[in-house]
């Protein structure tokens, strides 16, 4: 998997590759990281690329043209590039979504900032749009890497360990149970003992008995859906 980062701010990017499971992605050839940005394409004699909106109001909008010349370009070297916009004002990314992605070879997230991209750059490139959450962020970089490291933990030999791929939460309605590590008790705090008898059914049935008891709490809605098709 190629990922490039159209971004006025790659140095805000650059350090989440340098630790931890992606890096050894990196490594090992799995994830490859590119970064492209528009200001090395404006015209203009200062390299601006905002301008004051038309419609008028507060801010300032990224305008086409070094978005129009930089995704030509990088459609030009790889015409397969599927190509992400993120904004607020978008259908909310999910974990079906980070799943269908990882089987891409090409993904370019395109991060906006001031107070948007001009939406004509949007209407002429995007292969989809997503938001991360319902609240406003400074620029698009942070909702690239979210996404960016959702997809890359499904594909394969990025994650040390496939299964824990199939006991997180989303891969059904119902929450992730809790986890617990060594020591048992701790600060007077232990472990659930039915976790600790070895009875693997038993500690199934908790384990489950617990997720139900979290998302009845966090997402009601989605244990309601889990009770729907368990029937």
Same mark, same amino acid.
């Given at each position: 998997?190629?990922?490039?980062? #159209? ?11 340098? @630790? %931890? ?15 492209? $940005?528009?200001? &090395? ?9 905002? @301008? ?20 030509? &370009? ?14 607020? #004002? ?37 292969? !989809? #749009? ?18 960016? &490291?959702?997809?890359?933990? $499904? ?8 299964? +824990?791929? !199939?006991?997180? +939460?989303? !891969? ?8 617990? %590590?060594?020591?048992?008790?701790? &600060? ?10 070895? $009875?693997? %059914? ?30």
């Amino acid at each position: 998997m190629t990922y490039t980062f #159209v971004t006025l701010f790659p140095n805000l990017i650059e350090g989440y590759f340098k @630790d %931890s499971i992606l890096k050894r992605a990196i490594d090992k050839g799995i994830l490859n990281i590119n970064y492209l $940005n528009p200001r &090395d394409y404006s015209k203009s004699k200062h390299f601006k690329v905002d @301008d004051t909106a038309v419609s008028g109001g507060a801010g300032m909008v990224m305008n086409p043209q070094p978005l129009f010349d930089a995704l030509d &370009d990088l459609k030009c070297s790889d015409e397969n590039v599927h190509i992400v916009f993120l904004t607020p #004002v978008a259908k909310p990314f999910v974990q079906n979504d980070a799943k269908r992605l990882a089987g891409k070879s090409h993904i370019a997230f395109v991060s906006g900032r001031y107070e948007g991209i001009d939406e004509r750059v949007i209407e002429k490139y995007a292969d !989809e #749009v997503f938001s991360i959450g319902d609240y406003i962020l400074t620029g698009g970089e942070l909702a690239s890497l979210v996404i960016c &490291d959702a997809i890359s933990r $499904n594909i394969k030999s990025v994650l040390g360990n496939s299964e +824990s791929l !199939e006991i997180e +939460s989303f !891969e059904t309605p119902l929450l992730e149970a809790p986890s617990f %590590s060594k020591p048992k008790v701790y &600060d007077d705090l232990s472990v659930p003992s039915e976790y600790l008898k070895g $009875n693997h %059914s038993k500690i199934r049935s908790l384990k489950l008995a617990l997720s139900e008891a979290k998302t009845k709490f966090f997402r009601p809605e989605q244990l309601i859906k889990h009770k729907t098709q368990s029937h």
